[in-house]
C-alpha cells in the first residue's frame, strides 16, 4: 500500500509523521510526505533522511491555521491532486482539514490534531472573531468531503464534532512512540518544552513562577531559553529533569509530556480534559489560569523527593501504554476498511 500523508515541520505533527511511517513501513506500507509551510531546517531533513519516509515534498504555502490562509487552501488541494496524479497512492492520509474538500480519486482520512475555532475558546475563553469564518466553512467543508475522521483523543474528537459536524466514520487513535527517551540520573531540574509564542501551551506562566521555585527552570523550544534543540539533545534533557512542566491551555493530545513521562519525569500539567484522558491518575494537574497554584504544585512537589520518584515511575508506566506499534496497527485497521473497493459515489465524486 502507498500512503500520501501531508504534514509540516512546525509542530508535533512533524513527530507524528515520521513515527507513523516508521511504524507503517515495518508493515509494507510506503509513505509519501507533502510538507507545507516553513520549510525543514537542516537537522529535520536529516531526519528525514534517516527516516523510512519513502520520498517527501515541500511547498511554502501557509498552514491552514495561519491568519489569512485561505488563499493558499486551493493551491494546497491542486498541488495534491498533482501528487496523486503522478505517485498514485491508495489513500490520502492528510493531518489538517482544508484540502479534504478536493475531490480525489482514492479515500481521504483526515486527522485533526488541533483547530483554531476549538484554540480560540480554550485559550482566548471565547469564540473565534468572524475573521476566522473563512476557517470555518473550510473546516466544515472538507470534514463533509472525508471518508474517516481520527483525532489522538476522544475530548479534541468530541470538539471536532461539536464544532463541525462531521457525518463520516469517526475513531480515537492516540498517539504513540516507539524509540524515546529513556531515564538518567535526575538533576534538580524543572523542564518545559514547545512553542513560548503559543498561547495555549501557556509557557510563559512556567517563566513567571520560575523565579518563586528552589529549582532552575528552563524552556527548549522557539522563544524559550534554549531555544530549538537538536533531537538528541532535547532527549537528554528529558532523561535528566526530575519535573516536566506543561501548564497548558490547550493541548489535544501533547507529544512532549509523552516523551517526558518516557523518560521518567513527575508531570505537571494544565488541567485540561485531554490531559486528564491521556494521563489519568500518573500526573499532577492545575488550572492554566492559576500561576499561585503552579507554584504552589512545583514548590510542593521539589520538596518531597519520594513523590517525585513515585510520580515519575507512574508517569512511565503510563507513557509505556502509547506505543508506535499500537497507534500503527490502528492506523492499519482504518486504511484497510477504507481502501476496499471503492463504492459508487466516492467514484462519482471523483469524476466531478
Same mark, same amino acid.
Given at each position: ?63 491552514? /491555521? ?11 488541494? /491542486? ?37 483554531v475555532l476549538s484554540w480560540h475558546e480554550a485559550v482566548r475563553g471565547r469564540p473565534a472573531g468572524s475573521e476566522w469564518s473563512w476557517y470555518e466553512r473550510a473546516v466544515t467543508r472538507g470534514l463533509a468531503r472525508a471518508d474517516a475522521v481520527v483525532a489522538p483523543t476522544a475530548a479534541m474528537l468530541a470538539e471536532l464534532v461539536r464544532l463541525y459536524s462531521p457525518r463520516c466514520p469517526r475513531e480515537v487513535i492516540p498517539n504513540g512512540i516507539g524509540r524515546g527517551p529513556r531515564p538518567l ?20 506562566? &512556567? ?50 509530556? &509523552? ?19 491521556? /494521563? ?66 466516492? &467514484? ?5
Amino acid at each position: 500500500m502507498k500512503v500520501l500523508m501531508t504534514g509540516d515541520a512546525v509542530g508535533g505533527v512533524w513527530t507524528y509523521a515520521l513515527e507513523l511511517a516508521e511504524g507503517l513501513a515495518e508493515h509494507d506500507v510506503e509513505v509519501l510526505l507533502a510538507l507545507v509551510g516553513p520549510p525543514p531546517s537542516r537537522e529535520q531533513r536529516h531526519e528525514l533522511a534517516r527516516s523510512s519516509v519513502a520520498g517527501w515534498a515541500h511547498r511554502g504555502f501557509a498552514l491552514e /491555521w495561519m491568519a489569512d490562509a485561505d488563499a493558499d487552501l486551493d493551491r494546497t488541494a /491542486w498541488w495534491l491532486l498533482e501528487l496523486c496524479d503522478s505517485a498514485r497512492p491508495d489513500l490520502l492520509h492528510l493531518n489538517g482539514y482544508g484540502a479534504a474538500a478536493a475531490p480525489a480519486p482514492v479515500p481521504k482520512l483526515v486527522v485533526g490534531h488541533s483547530c483554531v475555532l476549538s484554540w480560540h475558546e480554550a485559550v482566548r475563553g471565547r469564540p473565534a472573531g468572524s475573521e476566522w469564518s473563512w476557517y470555518e466553512r473550510a473546516v466544515t467543508r472538507g470534514l463533509a468531503r472525508a471518508d474517516a475522521v481520527v483525532a489522538p483523543t476522544a475530548a479534541m474528537l468530541a470538539e471536532l464534532v461539536r464544532l463541525y459536524s462531521p457525518r463520516c466514520p469517526r475513531e480515537v487513535i492516540p498517539n504513540g512512540i516507539g524509540r524515546g527517551p529513556r531515564p538518567l540520573p535526575k538533576d534538580d531540574l524543572v523542564l518545559g518544552v514547545g512553542r513560548v509564542w503559543d498561547e495555549g501551551k501557556n509557557l510563559e506562566a &512556567l517563566r513567571r513562577v520560575a523565579p518563586e521555585l528552589p529549582w532552575p527552570v528552563v524552556v527548549a523550544g522557539p522563544g524559550g531559553e534554549l531555544g530549538r534543540v537538536a533531537p538528541q539533545q532535547l532527549a537528554e534533557l528529558y532523561g535528566r529533569a526530575a519535573i516536566f512542566a506543561a501548564p497548558a491551555r490547550y493541548e489535544p493530545f501533547g507529544l512532549s509530556a &509523552l516523551e517526558a513521562g518516557l523518560a521518567g519525569c513527575a508531570l505537571v500539567l494544565g488541567d485540561v480534559a485531554s490531559l486528564r484522558e491521556v /494521563w489519568g491518575h500518573a500526573a499532577l494537574f492545575v488550572h492554566p489560569g492559576d500561576d499561585e497554584a503552579l507554584a504552589a504544585t512545583l514548590r510542593a512537589l521539589i520538596g518531597d523527593p519520594d513523590r517525585i520518584e513515585a510520580l515519575g515511575a507512574a508517569a512511565r508506566a503510563r507513557a509505556s501504554s502509547y506505543t508506535r506499534e499500537r497507534m500503527t496497527a490502528a492506523y492499519l485497521d482504518v486504511y484497510e476498511r477504507l481502501t476496499k473497493p471503492a463504492a459508487p459515489e466516492r &467514484l462519482l465524486e471523483a469524476a466531478r
